[in-house]
């Protein structure tokens, strides 16, 4: 099977492929909400996990692992250096050790989990879904739903320009290295970038040219190639999709948005160990990669 770029639509017959491209907004909107008025974090690790469960059900792990490569060293980032900075946003910090020059709290950690779960949360949940959406779906979707065709197409062009650009670097890295050119380091992507610049301005020539040919603009209903209904079964999961809504303002009304009454707790061991691992994470992920780059740079 061939390399999927990182954010295209990866082909399979999941439930999540088989569901109308608005169920698939409705509920990733949802878990947006839900995850910025939710404060305590092992919930939305929680719902991250389950999202992984689907990745793993939808086959798309491999693609879901390597668009969150970003994200990864973000999610790590943000605990560790929360972690280390004293809380300024607490009374009554709870010192839970030192590690060296810096003290841990136990409130400077829970923090930075908790940036930390939403960042994981609602990526993994977003990605799924942009890789179990195709583009042709979305576009007929919006169509009949009446979206002006010019908004539609900038939205539906817009997802697939990510996964294009990048199949264009594949392809010239590939031509360079047949070539006995530089295939790697940066020393291999800016000779790269004007062709793959150069390409997308003469595909958008192309684009324009074949829209014109193809009446763009005008005011008569469009044939649609792919097309789910909205049924009554898509009816019911887009009102399901409120329940995480209505769940977390009734936390935030009634138990304090999901935290404990006596608060969250660490004991010393644990709290350091997360510190160090995350920070040990993120900087061998900062240094690791530099120092590669410039390796496979000199080479």
Known sequence: MARVPVGAYVPGDS???????????????SFVIFCF???????????TLIGLVFVVLTKTFPSYVRAMVIFFPAAFAMIFLQSIVPPAVFD??????????????????????????????ICTWSILMLMT?????LSSALQKARVPYTVNFMITTTLQLIPILQREFGIIL??????????????????????VFAGAIDRV???????????????????????KEFTTKETVLSILS???????????????????????????FAGSFIVIFCGTAFLSIIFGATFAIRLLGKK
Do not use: D
């Open 15 to 29: 439930f999540f492929h088989k569901a109308h491209p608005f169920v698939k907004f409705y509920w990733v909107g």
């Open 37 to 47: 008025f939710n404060k305590n974090p092992y919930v939305n690790y929680s719902l």
């Open 92 to 121: 009554n910090p709870e010192l839970l050790a030192e590690i060296g020059p810096f003290s841990l709290y136990t409130e400077s950690i829970i923090y930075g989990m908790l940036f930390s779960s939403r960042i994981l949360c």
């Open 133 to 137: 959406l195709h583009p042709g779906e």
């Open 174 to 195: 590939s031509a360079q290295k047949s070539r006995a050119m530089e295939a790697q380091g940066f020393k291999a992507l800016l000779p790269s970038i004007i062709p």
């Open 205 to 227: 020539s192309q684009l324009s040219m074949s829209l014109e040919t193809r009446a763009f603009g005008a005011n008569k209903e469009r044939t649609l190639l792919r097309y």
């Open 242 to 268: 409120l329940a995480p809504i209505v769940l977390v303002f009734y936390g935030r009304a009634n138990f304090n948005a999901f935290v404990p009454l006596e608060g969250f707790s660490l004991s010393p």
